[in-house]
């Protein structure tokens, strides 16, 4: 079955740049979206359709897609920046998907 | 600012039916589609479905047969119905507004809180 495949993973101190990748086959054809969920609350929207930022969303939040693989980064990664981090697609078949989550820890 | 809110039993029995309802305010239900999403205990996100304003639904796969989801327009919210629990079932289950088009597909932008459904006996 079609997955979205994301590091379980990733640290990053203060001020520096975090990348989260995103990857899958039917990306080429399919827009990603990315969500923030901190502990114990619901996920928000930070970007859309690749690359786009909604309102009230912090600059540093960046998004990019190229063949398989989607990128979210955060420039400048705050302390508040700490969470997980989803992916979210759609296969081929219309159905919608999940990646399995990274969570960024910021020291 | 649309709002959503989610509502229903909290405990549920092996074998018997999940029922939950997503209440929606500032936002019309007949404009937009409806999804439910839930969430293990230390897990990730898992998409279950959702619901048009007219009615047309698109299920997980895996789901498809437990699943039935929804609508009343007249009172501006929609539910979920899973039939036949388990324990894999327990889980934080989210309600939200689906954007959808034909060009870019859909995704979820705005969610309610979440409400826990454990299933015990």
């Known amino acids: 079955s079609y997955e979205l495949t994301q590091p379980p993973s990733v640290s990053v101190s203060p001020g520096q740049t975090d990348r989260i990748t995103c990857s899958g086959d039917?990306?080429?054809?399919?827009?990603v979206y990315w969500y923030q969920q901190k502990s114990g609350q619901a996920p928000v929207l930070v970007i859309y359709?690749?690359?786009k930022r909604p309102s009230g969303i912090p600059e540093r939040f960046s998004g990019s897609s190229s063949g398989t693989m989607a990128t979210l980064t955060i420039s400048g990664a705050q302390v508040e920046d700490e969470a997980d981090y989803y992916c979210?697609?759609?296969?081929?078949?219309?159905?919608?998907?999940f990646g399995g989550g990274t969570k960024l820890t910021v020291l | 600012q649309v709002q959503l809110q989610e509502s229903g039993p909290g405990l549920v029995k092996p074998s018997e039916t999940l029922s939950l309802t997503c209440t929606v305010s500032?936002?019309?239900?007949?404009?937009?589609?409806w999804s439910w999403i839930r969430q293990s205990p230390g897990g990730g996100l898992k998409w279950i479905g959702y619901?048009?304003?007219?009615?047309?639904?698109n299920y997980l796969p895996s789901l498809r047969s437990r699943v039935t989801m929804s609508i009343d327009t007249s009172k501006t919210h929609f539910s979920l119905n899973l039939t036949s629990v388990t324990a894999a079932d327990t889980a934080v289950y989210f309600c939200?507004?689906?954007?959808?088009?034909?060009?870019?597909?859909?995704?979820?932008?705005?969610w309610g809180q979440g409400t826990l459904v454990s299933v015990s006996s």
């Open positions: 939200a507004r689906v954007r959808y088009s034909d060009s870019s597909g859909y995704y979820p932008d705005s």
């Open positions: 500032g936002a019309s239900i007949n404009s937009d589609y």
């Open positions: 619901i048009s304003h007219s009615g047309h639904t």
């Open positions: 039917a990306l080429p054809k399919k827009y």
């Open positions: 359709e690749d690359s």
């Open positions: 979210f697609s759609t296969d081929n078949s219309g159905k919608g998907l």
